[in-house]
């Protein structure tokens, strides 16, 4: 049964930091990998998506990156502010074709101004 | 981008009945669309597949007669939670998987929360 770990599971820097969050799966057969975040009680925005012919994505002060043979992924945040606290969760589709997603266990996210 | 929609946003309703909860795709066509739970500080998990013109497929551990779903067209999938109880207050999200060329991508919907007293 695939699982997906997250590490840390919380987080607390200051403004201005640059940070690297981990996320793990069992079984390395991962399609796409996906990263969203999510504030209180709200729903998800998705970040970045690697698909399964990419390895790597950017966007603004994002970086996600995904090593296929361990099954391992990160996202980097550069330059971090008080506005990207919230859970970040990464989430990955097995090669099975059914494209369900897998999430991770989640990091909590502070970022002190 | 694509929107995926659910309503209603938030419920609360008594002990004993059914709830229902829409999921739909605005603007791109879906076959298959998923429904999550997830409970305070916990992460996501999947309940379901749902499949358009099909039976939805239930993961492990969910009970398909509690939770209904419909997938009656291509942009519309409903869940439904029958005889609710308090511990099936939770936040419920859906996701679309788009049914055009980039069919790697899901959309996923801002989610209903439902409290049942």
């Known amino acids: 049964k695939q699982e997906v770990t997250q590490i840390p599971a919380a987080l607390s820097v200051p403004e201005g930091e640059n940070l690297v969050l981990n996320c793990s799966f069992t079984?390395?057969?991962?399609?796409?990998l996906q990263w969203f975040r999510q504030d209180p009680g709200k729903g998800l925005t998705s970040l970045l998506l690697?698909?399964?012919?990419?390895r790597e994505q950017t966007s603004g002060r994002l970086n996600a990156s995904l090593d296929k043979s361990s099954g391992r992924s990160t996202l980097y945040i550069a330059a971090s502010q008080p506005g990207d606290s919230a859970t970040y969760l990464c989430?990955?589709?097995?090669?099975?074709?059914?494209?369900?997603?897998?999430f991770g266990t989640g990091t909590r996210l502070k970022v002190l101004a | 981008g694509a929107v995926v929609s659910q309503h209603p946003s938030r419920v609360i309703c008594k002990s004993g009945t059914s709830v229902k909860i829409e999921c739909r795709s605005l603007?791109?066509?879906?076959?298959?669309m998923f429904w999550y739970r997830q409970f305070p500080k916990q992460s996501l998990m999947l309940m379901a597949t749902?499949?358009?013109?099909?039976?939805?497929?239930?993961e492990q551990g969910v009970e398909k007669d509690k939770f209904l779903i419909n997938h009656a067209s291509l942009t519309l999938s409903t869940l439904t939670v029958t005889s609710a109880h308090p511990e099936d207050s939770s936040f419920y999200i859906c996701?679309?998987?788009?049914?055009?060329?980039?069919?790697?991508?899901?959309?996923f919907g801002p989610g209903t929360r439902l409290l049942v007293l």
């Open positions: 996701s679309a998987r788009d049914d055009g060329p980039y069919q790697e991508t899901q959309y």
């Open positions: 079984d390395s057969a991962i399609y796409n």
């Open positions: 690697i698909q399964s012919s990419q």
């Open positions: 989430a990955g589709t097995t090669t099975s074709g059914t494209y369900k997603y897998i």
């Open positions: 603007d791109f066509q879906a076959t298959t």
């Open positions: 749902s499949n358009e013109g099909s039976k939805a497929t239930y």
